[in-house]
């Protein structure tokens, strides 16, 4: 069974800094890229950041770039999001999923139907 809590987000000003957390549960982890996706209000959920079951590989947009940084932890089942100088555009939900490969796809696995709930970020200005 698949199941993905996400947390870490909040209310900040421009500027500032959040680091995201995913908890995944199930045996799909360790064998699959992961993603951290987001959803702002009116428009299509998009991924952000990727990187690679053994963390070998890394992909971020070039919305993000040189801002957020995607890590993950194995023994943990944790996926991060370490986002910097963070924008009012950054405003969205996040969440997590395992995510197909070539990560630049930016589609989450074909079998992933699950969404957790997500976190949201609100960035002033």
């Given at each position: 069974?698949v199941?993905?809590v996400e947390?870490?987000?909040?209310?900040v000003q421009?500027?500032e800094?959040?680091t995201?957390?995913?908890k995944?549960?199930?045996?799909?982890f360790?064998?699959n890229a992961?993603g951290w996706?987001?959803?702002?209000p009116?428009?299509e959920?998009?991924?952000v950041?990727g990187?690679?079951?053994?963390s070998?590989i890394?992909?971020?947009a070039?919305?993000?770039?040189?801002?957020?940084t995607?890590?993950r932890?194995?023994?943990?089942?944790m996926?991060?999001?370490?986002m910097?100088?963070?924008k009012p555009?950054d405003t969205?939900?996040?969440?997590?999923?395992p995510?197909q490969?070539?990560i630049n796809?930016?589609?989450?696995v074909?079998?992933?139907t699950?969404?957790g709930q997500?976190?949201?970020?609100?960035?002033?200005?």
């Amino acid at each position: 069974q698949v199941q993905l809590v996400e947390s870490g987000g909040g209310l900040v000003q421009a500027g500032e800094s959040l680091t995201l957390s995913c908890k995944a549960s199930g045996t799909f982890f360790s064998t699959n890229a992961m993603g951290w996706y987001r959803q702002a209000p009116g428009k299509e959920r998009e991924l952000v950041a990727g990187v690679s079951s053994r963390s070998h590989i890394k992909y971020v947009a070039d919305s993000v770039k040189g801002r957020f940084t995607i890590s993950r932890d194995n023994a943990l089942q944790m996926t991060y999001l370490q986002m910097n100088d963070l924008k009012p555009e950054d405003t969205a939900t996040y969440y997590c999923a395992p995510t197909q490969t070539p990560i630049n796809l930016g589609r989450p696995v074909r079998w992933f139907t699950s969404w957790g709930q997500g976190t949201q970020v609100i960035v002033s200005s």
